[in-house]
């Protein structure tokens, strides 16, 4: 039985560029289809920059995600989702925690360090209410 789930697959240029998005678009439709991924589905965003998250088509990939109808989101590289490595970890957190897996055609370190950064922030708050527990004990 087929999945009802997309394959999101993002695209974005700053400077509107139908070329250079159209180079976006096929490349990672030949990636999902060598992969796999099926049921894609592309979002572009031509000509949006990457410091804003409320993009056209970045929101509408968003409301999907919320309904949990996308299985991962396959983009080129991580700075097409955006430029602000604060939003985007936000972002990409979000989605993990929505079961959606981030893949980049270059499969660059940027989501390994992004894992790692999680995984450390998730054992400093651990770190830090065990601290607190143990303050709040009387001696």
Same mark, same amino acid.
């Given at each position: ?21 159209? /180079?976006?678009?096929?490349? #990672?439709? *030949?990636?999902?289809? +060598? ?8 979002? %572009? ?30 983009? /080129?590289?991580?700075?097409? #989702?955006? *430029?602000?490595?604060? +939003? ?8 993990? %925690? ?42």
């Amino acid at each position: 039985m087929k999945s009802n789930k997309i394959t999101a697959i993002y695209c974005r240029t700053a400077a509107q560029d139908s070329v250079a998005i159209e /180079r976006q678009r096929e490349g #990672l439709l *030949r990636y999902a289809a +060598a992969h796999g991924f099926e049921n894609a589905e592309v979002f %572009e965003d031509d000509g949006f920059t990457g410091n804003d998250l409320a993009r056209p088509a970045f929101t509408r990939m968003n409301g999907l995600i919320s309904e949990g109808r996308v299985t991962r989101v396959l983009t /080129r590289n991580i700075s097409r #989702l955006g *430029r602000g490595t604060v +939003a985007v970890l936000t972002w990409v957190r979000m989605a993990w %925690e929505q079961g959606v897996e981030i893949v980049t055609e270059d499969m660059g370190f940027m989501l390994e360090l992004f894992a790692a950064m999680q995984a450390m922030s998730e054992l400093a708050k651990a770190f830090s209410q065990k601290n607190a527990r143990n303050a709040a004990k009387p001696s």
